[in-house]
């Protein structure tokens, strides 16, 4: 199975402050088809996951464009522009690539 | 709008079963996938399991955890998905979420179902 491995795991960050978050995979991500199916989830607390990245760097529907995905291969990195107190919760990469499907262990952003 | 709400958790011993359902709306649900997510107490996510549309032969995928115990299905006339559990053990306690697949994951996710297998 690929391992999906996320840094910090918890990332406590000053309101209007940038953030960002690392996912590692355990082999590359690039799918036969061309694409790489890595993707971002933002859970709030006592909410349901909600994705705000897909392929790497788009963002879905409604998503802030402060939100921003980048990276290749195995690398992926997951960045907030300015940080709002609505961005507090835990953040999730996940690989569509290769079966079975898998996610990082997840990074908890707080506000200092 | 996207809705997607699950039912049919509850309290079930080990060994026992359960079927969960996924009711769908606000899309043309027959041409999607659908996957399946859990996530234990405290924990994180995890992916169980998929099923493609009718134009992919309604095939399946699921995590080794699950395999041979857990069985996805859909009723496109129905707008529903559904996830068969049998044997089931103290390690499938979590919340069950059905997710709409687009982009090569959930891009829709429901508010989830608790199954606790306790004896």
């Known amino acids: 199975d690929v391992v999906m491995t996320q840094s910090p795991l918890s990332l406590p960050v000053t309101l209007g402050q940038p953030a960002s978050i690392s996912c590692r995979s355990s082999?590359?991500?690039?799918?036969?088809?061309?694409?790489?199916?890595l993707n971002w989830f933002q859970q709030r607390p006592g909410q349901s996951p909600r994705r705000l990245i897909y392929?790497?760097?788009n963002r879905d529907s409604g998503v802030p464009d402060r939100f921003s995905g980048s990276g290749s291969g195995t690398d992926f990195t997951l960045k907030i522009s300015r940080v709002e107190a609505e961005d507090v919760g835990v953040y999730y990469c996940?690989?569509?690539?290769?079966?079975?499907?898998?996610f990082g262990q997840g990074t908890k952003v707080e506000i200092k | 709008e996207v809705q997607l709400v699950e039912s049919g958790g509850g309290l079930v011993q080990p060994g026992g079963s359960l079927r969960l359902s996924c009711a769908a709306s606000?899309?043309?649900?027959?041409?999607?996938?659908m996957d399946w997510v859990r996530q234990a107490p405290g924990k994180g996510l995890e992916w169980v399991g998929r099923?493609?549309?009718?134009?992919?032969?309604?095939?399946?995928e699921y995590a080794a955890s699950v395999k041979g115990r857990f069985t996805i299905s859909r009723d496109d006339s129905k707008n529903s998905l559904y996830l068969q559990m049998n044997s089931l053990k103290t390690e499938d306690t979590a919340v069950y979420y059905c997710?709409?697949?687009?982009?090569?994951?959930?891009?829709?996710w429901g508010q989830g179902t608790l199954v606790t297998v306790s004896s």
């Open positions: 392929k790497v760097s």
């Open positions: 997710a709409r697949d687009s982009g090569g994951s959930g891009d829709s």
């Open positions: 996940m690989q569509g690539s290769h079966w079975p499907l898998t």
């Open positions: 606000g899309f043309t649900f027959s041409d999607y996938y």
């Open positions: 082999q590359s991500l690039v799918h036969s088809n061309g694409n790489t199916y």
């Open positions: 099923i493609r549309n009718k134009a992919n032969s309604y095939t399946t």
